[in-house]
């Protein structure tokens, strides 16, 4: 457990020193900060225009983020090398593929962190900004402030839930990449990660419209579709903006989803690795 965690920290202090992270990180705190260019509009409507552009830009770098972590670096340690020098140390295989991979995890929840609190700032300086314009100079700064912060910040804590979906899927499609990593390139790793994506959102589209064409077409999409990802498990983001309610319940049956999936998938990088370095 020592040698995981000891592992876990290298691994994010590695990443996070890079420039391909450092950029990634930039670019999506600015996405998410953009809606603040467009504010031309009701309370109502600047507020749900910068909802939707900023659970867009987290979903669109957190997918990013978690494909090029779990693709790239598995592959570039056996490339340079390194996986060797690492296992020659008292480092088991396994404690190596879970300590990059805790790392990873890390490194997905600190760029969505500051990019939700990007978002939260915006909302609450949009609500703020929009009252200063239009309030009489007579009602108090401080409680215009105060209102800003109940209305931006507070009434948009459900705007959590949508990052939990998020943050469940990133773990889960970085899990898939590590796996396709041990296999192909890391090109090929990351194309092979986004059209997963991509299937596993349209399962349950493409399976009942199979079925309707022709049940022997039908069957054979349930076959090919059903071992993947069903990531449309995940898409609540809508739901969420929209203000409808999602019960805790669905978010353990995610978290369940989501350690069972991980689970599966590290055990076959696992057993992947091994027969390639021999080591256990």
């Known amino acids: 457990m020592r040698a995981i965690t000891l592992f876990t920290r290298l691994t994010f202090k590695e990443i996070l020193r890079s420039r391909t992270y450092g950029f990634l990180l930039l670019f999506s705190l600015l996405s998410s900060a953009s809606g603040q260019l467009f504010l031309n509009f009701t309370l109502q409507e600047q507020e749900k225009f910068l909802k939707d552009i900023?659970?867009?830009?987290?979903?669109f770098f957190s997918i990013l983020?978690?494909?090029?972590?779990?693709?790239?670096?598995?592959?570039?340690?056996?490339?340079?090398?390194?996986?060797?020098?690492?296992?020659?140390?008292?480092?088991?295989?396994?404690?190596?593929?879970?300590?990059?991979?805790?790392?990873?995890?890390?490194?997905?929840?600190?760029?969505?962190?500051l990019?939700?609190?990007?978002?939260?700032?915006?909302?609450?300086?949009?609500?703020?900004?929009?009252?200063?314009?239009?309030?009489?100079?007579?009602?108090?700064?401080r409680q215009a402030f105060f209102f800003s912060i109940q209305k931006g910040l507070l009434a948009n804590l459900p705007l959590l839930k949508g990052f939990a979906a998020l943050f469940f899927q990133s773990i889960l499609l970085c899990s898939v990449a590590l796996l396709l990593s041990c296999f192909v390139s890391q090109s090929f790793a990351v194309i092979a990660s986004f059209l997963i994506l991509l299937a596993g959102h349209l399962v349950n589209l493409v399976i009942p419209l199979s079925f309707q064409y022709h049940k022997m077409l039908g069957h054979l999409m349930t076959f090919l579709l059903l071992w993947m990802p069903n990531f449309e498990n995940f898409n609540i983001t809508d739901s969420v903006v929209l203000g409808q309610n999602i019960p805790p319940?669905?978010?353990?049956?995610?978290?369940?989803?989501?350690?069972?999936?991980?689970?599966?998938?590290?055990?076959?990088?696992h057993r992947v690795l091994f027969q390639k370095t021999g080591e256990l």
């Not at 609190?117 to 200063?132: G, K, R, T």
């Not at 319940?249 to 990088?269: K, M, R």
């Open 54 to 59: 900023g659970m867009a830009s987290v979903t």
């Open 65 to 113: 983020l978690s494909v090029i972590l779990g693709s790239t670096q598995i592959y570039n340690d056996f490339e340079n090398k390194q996986i060797y020098s690492l296992l020659i140390n008292p480092l088991r295989l396994y404690e190596y593929l879970v300590g990059r991979f805790l790392g990873f995890i890390f490194l997905i929840a600190l760029a969505m962190g």
């Open 115 to 141: 990019m939700g609190l990007v978002l939260y700032a915006s909302l609450i300086v949009q609500n703020l900004l929009f009252q200063m314009n239009n309030i009489s100079l007579e009602i108090d700064i």
């Open 249 to 269: 319940v669905y978010f353990l049956w995610l978290s369940l989803y989501t350690v069972l999936g991980v689970s599966l998938f590290l055990f076959i990088s």
